[in-house]
């Protein structure tokens, strides 16, 4: 009986947190995911945030982003691979077509490298905070 009450808790956090992650539109960082969560009455701690938000992007329900700062999250659908124009200053993201896929393996040959994966993510501001 246990075992099904713990079942059952874990997929409800990962459900208001898969939710929270939709809701917030675009890359946010755990700390202000559990924010946002926490200020809506949701009773969910700091590192259970953390937890869900990585078996998300294990799974392919979120994408993550390396920044100075830490990592940022943000949802998305499983089994796409997704390029990003991110904006520096609120975290929209918009998703864009990557480079051709010749110029990634010419240039990788050019530097005597084989490609076993890409990332491609260009971060500067979006209009709206360009503007301000």
């Not at 992650?21 to 200020?39: D, K, P, Q, T, Y």
């Not at 259970?48 to 078996?55: C, G, I, M, S, W």
Request: proline fraction near 3%.
């Amino acid at each position: 009986m246990t075992a099904t009450i713990r079942d059952r808790r874990h997929t409800a956090q990962k459900e208001a947190v898969r939710s929270a992650l939709s809701a917030a539109g675009g890359f946010v960082s755990a700390g202000e995911l559990h924010l946002r969560m926490s200020s809506q009455g949701h009773g969910i701690g700091l590192a259970t945030v953390y937890r869900q938000l990585n078996a998300l992007a294990e799974n392919g329900h979120a994408d993550t982003l390396l920044v100075p700062g830490g990592q940022l999250f943000r949802a998305c659908e499983p089994g796409a691979h997704h390029h990003h124009l991110v904006c520096e200053s609120c975290g929209t993201a918009v998703e864009i077509d990557p480079p051709d896929e010749d110029w990634i393996a010419a240039s990788a040959d050019r530097n005597g490298f084989t490609v076993t994966r890409h990332l491609v993510e260009v971060f500067g501001q979006c209009a709206e905070c360009s503007e301000g």
